[in-house]
């Protein structure tokens, strides 16, 4: 059975640095994109972008290029999403997802991650 | 960036009956559309691909069209279980993109 289990819910203050975790498990980790996808509170999707954990490409939206980090390490089938500075507005669900190829959708998701960053 | 517009932004509609649901791109995606369901409190859940073909375990009653810029997804014989938000994605082109979702209510 394929399934994506994400790392637990964060409270963070701004200026603090954070990672979250996406494992995947019941399938070959690495021959399957990982996508990233924001979710503010009450409000629609967002993509954030895409990490290939067999040679880890990386593709990033414009919005978020230079906001976030995505890796992975295939090792231990985990996929990435890492700030260096939080902002207020990260605030958010942040849920990864694996996406088919040709064509691209998702087909498989974590159950989220909720980010809270305050003072 | 291509843009998708949902609409409308909430839709009523009574069970049993059917709710048509339209996704409209800035510029041509050909057949490069998904549609997605999204619960409360839930992660979303794939329903189309290709603009037109279920995924798997999708029922029969909910169906998509559409191609280039204009694009409908179909629920018939709306059940309770329907209730959701519905969102549209092209990829056509990269970035990716979402429409900013369409609310189903069942009355």
């Known amino acids: 059975e394929v399934q994506l289990v994400q790392s637990g819910a964060e409270v963070k203050k701004p200026g603090e640095s954070l990672k979250i975790s996406c494992k995947g498990s019941g399938y070959d980790f690495s021959t399957y994109w990982i996508g990233w996808v924001r979710q503010k509170p009450g409000k629609g999707l967002e993509w954030m972008g895409i990490?290939?954990?067999?040679?880890?490409?990386?593709r990033y939206s414009p919005s978020f290029k230079g906001q976030v980090f995505m890796s992975t390490d295939k090792s231990t089938n985990n996929a990435y999403l890492e700030w260096s500075s939080l902002k207020a507005s990260d605030t958010a669900m942040y849920y990864c997802?694996?996406?088919?190829?040709?064509?691209?959708?998702?087909?498989?998701w974590g159950q989220g991650t909720l980010v809270t960053v305050s003072s | 960036e291509i843009v998708m517009t949902q609409s409308p932004a909430t839709l009523s509609v009574s069970p049993g009956e059917r709710a048509t649901l339209s996704c409209r791109a800035s510029?041509?995606?050909?057949?490069?559309l998904v549609w997605y369901q999204q619960k409360p409190g839930q992660a979303p859940r794939l329903l189309i691909y290709g603009a037109s073909t279920r995924a798997t375990d999708i029922p029969a009653r909910i169906s998509a069209s559409g191609s280039g810029t204009e694009f409908t997804l179909t629920i018939s014989s709306l059940q309770s279980e329907d209730s959701a938000i519905y969102y549209c994605q092209q990829y056509k082109n990269w970035p990716y993109t979402f429409g900013q979702g369409t609310k189903l209510e069942i009355k």
């Open positions: 510029e041509s995606v050909s057949s490069d």
């Open positions: 997802a694996r996406l088919v190829v040709g064509p691209p959708y998702f087909d498989f």
């Open positions: 990490v290939y954990p067999g040679d880890t490409d990386i």
